[in-house]
């Protein structure tokens, strides 16, 4: 025991040796902080202390690595902020603040059970990208889902869009010989066909018509 009142409890200079602390009960350590090395290097420690309930992991500047508190059950980076790691023994959630980056040296392997993803925008449930993995062949399909209806799917490449060695498939609708609503050129039985639906276009001509508009 020190004039100041620090205390220290160690092995006989010189000797190596363990120090056991046994106790029936609990062991209680009451402190302002409490730290745990291992031997004289401080470069990392198990640390105590910033707010009640609250054990952190620091660094040997006194960093904040990771923390755990007893008012919830994530594991935080870096401080007890945005960015952590929550369970609720089913569903396992990774949370930042603001982004996620994946960096391997090697594959990344995205592994669903029921060969489902989704990409949502901030938690938006009613409209999504969507794909499909079906187990045993791989047949795969991408689907949006939008509860207006307008789910649009854009490709942009700085280049081509290359279909190698297969074939590419369109779904045919049938357009209404005479209908001419979206255009309404008023000429006799003009009729629209319109491609955003789709690039394979069935029509019965029964009469003659001024204009096939083409969108």
């Keep these: 025991?020190?004039?100041d009142g620090h205390t220290t409890m160690s092995n006989q200079v010189g000797v190596a040796g363990d120090i056991n602390i046994e106790c029936k009960d609990d062991l209680n350590l009451r402190a302002d902080v409490v730290k745990l090395y291992h031997a004289d290097d401080i470069a990392g420690y198990l640390r105590m202390d910033v707010a009640a309930g609250q054990l952190d992991i620091e660094?040997?500047?006194?960093?904040?690595?990771?923390?755990?508190?007893?008012?919830d059950r994530n594991l935080y980076f870096y401080d007890k902020g945005g960015e952590y790691i929550s369970g609720n023994g089913v569903d396992l959630t990774i949370t930042s603040?603001?982004?996620?980056?994946?960096?391997?040296?090697?594959?990344?392997?995205?592994?669903?059970?029921?060969?489902?993803?989704y990409f949502r925008d901030n938690g938006d449930l009613d409209d999504y990208f969507k794909i499909t993995v079906v187990d045993g062949t791989g047949a795969?399909?991408?689907?949006?889902?939008?509860?207006?209806?307008?789910?649009h799917l854009s490709i942009i490449a700085d280049g081509h869009v290359e279909?190698?060695?297969?074939?590419?498939?369109?779904?045919?609708?049938?357009?209404?010989?005479?209908?001419?609503?979206?255009?309404?050129t008023g000429g006799t039985h003009d009729t629209q066909i319109d491609f955003r639906a789709s690039n394979k276009i069935y029509l019965a001509i029964t009469a003659t018509m001024n204009d096939m508009n083409l969108i």
């Design 1 to 3: 025991v020190g004039a």
């Design 59 to 71: 660094n040997g500047a006194g960093n904040a690595v990771v923390c755990i508190d007893d008012g």
């Design 97 to 117: 603040g603001r982004h996620i980056t994946l960096d391997a040296a090697g594959s990344i392997a995205l592994d669903a059970g029921n060969g489902l993803f």
């Design 140 to 151: 795969t399909t991408l689907e949006t889902i939008s509860a207006a209806a307008d789910g």
């Design 163 to 184: 279909f190698d060695g297969c074939g590419v498939g369109f779904a045919q609708i049938e357009e209404t010989f005479s209908d001419d609503a979206l255009l309404t």
